[in-house]
Each structure stands twice: as C-alpha cells, then as structure tokens.
C-alpha cells in the first residue's frame, strides 16, 4: 500500500481492557528474548499449547504475487517475496497451536484467471481468487499480510488496517497493532480505519490488513530481508491472534464496539479521496 497520509485515529476504549490483560496471555507464549536480528525459532510447546485457537479456521493472504510484485523497496526488494516468507512462518505456529490454515497462496503466483489477464483485469482477478478461496469454508480470522511503500525513505512502523463497520476486525486490528508496537521495530503509528479495500469489505469477522513495514525504509527493508526478522513478524502476528481468541475481554471488546457503531461511521468519511479507493495495497 502506498501511503498518501498519514493519518491516527483514536483507539477504542475498549482496547485499554484488552492491553490490561495482555499478561494473561505470558503462559501460553514461549517467552521471546534476545537480539532479534539473531536466528531464533519459537516453537508451541504441547504442554502450553493455547486453546482459544486450537480448531479455528484461519486464512493467511501473502499480498501479490506472480506478475504482480507489489511496493519495490529498498535494493530491488519484492513485496511479493516477503509477504510470503512471513506467511509461511506466521502458518507454522498457527498449525502448531492447532489451527487449521488456508494460505490464498502458497507459491509465487497470483489468483487470476487466464481470462481475466486476456481481458485485462488481472488486479480485480487476483482478488476475487482470494476471496473465493476464503468463500470455500467457514472462516474465523482472515489476516492479509502487505508491506508498505512511500516516497520517502524516513516513513517507517508496521500498522494495521480494518473495514471501518467490522467491530470484530478493529478488535483484533487493536491487539495486532499493539502487538507490533511490543515486538517489532519502532512504530508510532495507530489501527486504520478503511473503508474501500477489497478484500477488507467482503470478509467479515475479525478481518485485517496487516502492514508490517515500509519497504522503502533502509533499516526495516534491511530487517525484512532476514529470516530472523520475518520469523519475529510472524510470530508477533501469531501471538496476537491466540490473545484474540484466548482473552476473555476480546468478547467485551467486540460488545462494546457494536454499541458504538456509530462513531465508528464517522471515522471513516473523510477517506473518500483516499487512495485506496483504487484497492491497491
Ligand atoms: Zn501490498
């Protein structure tokens, strides 16, 4: 995604509950130290294997693909390539937890048709690829995972967007972003509301984009480059899906958010010029 704006909305009040109780999650989460660009693997050990996402179905979306490579970084760096390398190690520690994961993709290719390509709509093709693949079962989470892209190099942070009516997708949006801000490289910024993103609008429950770093930022493209890096991502993402279907809050969180849908309305007017009304990410 290429950011126009930089732009903060404010986080729901129930998000304070939901950080409160981050804690109560440090059972379940092998415990993460250490230098972070050091060769590190987490493993789910069986004795302390979460339960809230043991048997959910969740579906992994590695950005681009194929013909389509996504935001160029810094050194010629693919979006397309990292999205699936994080992927692929955010789907082993679901699994490992005892989820079961689908992966819109699972190579370098995108989900068009031959068809939409001869009649030149490969872009839309490819997302409605995704979203059949995600209309083939029940679906509890749908997380898309992107990098971002900006025209100057100092835009850096990992933030994550949601359609601005899915109170389910701004709750785990919430601990996503709060989760980022822990583990990952700096980022100040906050959850985004959106209001056009294709996929985002088509799939409800907790639904989200996840940004996870500018490309174009020497010092983060630098990090992604490395499987110590992505695997910190993943597990990042990892843990905060288990917090999103572990913590009890998360149902309070999502009561409170239906109750005060409509300032979640006015959240997202402004958008309308928004450059992602052309659904690219
Ligand atoms: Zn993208």
Redesign the pocket.
């Known amino acids: ?1 290429k950011l126009k704006r930089d732009k903060h909305f404010p986080v729901i009040i129930a998000a304070f509950a939901l950080m409160a109780s981050a804690s109560a999650l440090s059972p379940f989460i092998h415990a993460h130290a250490g230098a972070w660009l050091q060769a590190e693997s987490h493993s789910v050990k069986e004795e302390t294997k979460p339960t809230g996402i043991a048997g959910k179905t969740i579906v992994i979306d590695p ?2 693909g194929g013909s389509d490579s ?2 160029r970084g810094v050194n010629g760096l693919q ?1 397309k390539e990292i ?1 699936l390398a994080v992927s692929r190690r955010l789907t082993a520690y679901l699994q490992q937890a005892g989820a079961h994961v689908v992966m819109t993709r699972t190579s370098d290719v995108d989900l068009a048709t031959d068809e939409d390509r001869t009649r030149r709509r490969r872009h839309i093709g490819d997302l409605q690829g995704r979203l059949q693949v995600v209309r083939k079962q029940h679906v509890d989470a749908f997380v898309s995972i ?2 971002n892209a900006a025209p100057s190099p100092n835009w850096h942070g990992a933030q994550v967007l949601y359609f601005r009516n899915n109170v389910e997708g701004k709750t785990l949006a919430t601990i996503l972003q709060e989760t980022y801000g822990r583990e990952l490289l700096t980022t100040n910024r906050a959850i985004q509301s959106n209001r056009t993103l294709y996929l985002l609008k088509r799939i409800e429950g907790p639904t989200v984009l996840a940004e996870i770093g500018f490309i174009t930022n020497p010092t983060e493209a630098a990090a992604m480059r490395t499987p110590a890096y992505q695997e910190r991502i993943a597990f990042a993402t990892y843990q905060a899906l288990v917090r999103y279907f572990s913590d009890p809050s998360v149902l309070q969180a999502n009561q409170m958010g239906n109750e005060s849908d409509t300032e979640q309305d006015r959240s997202g007017q402004d958008e309308a010029n928004d450059a992602d009304v052309s659904d690219e ?1």
């Open positions: 995604m950005g681009h996504g935001a979006e999205t992107h990098c990410t």
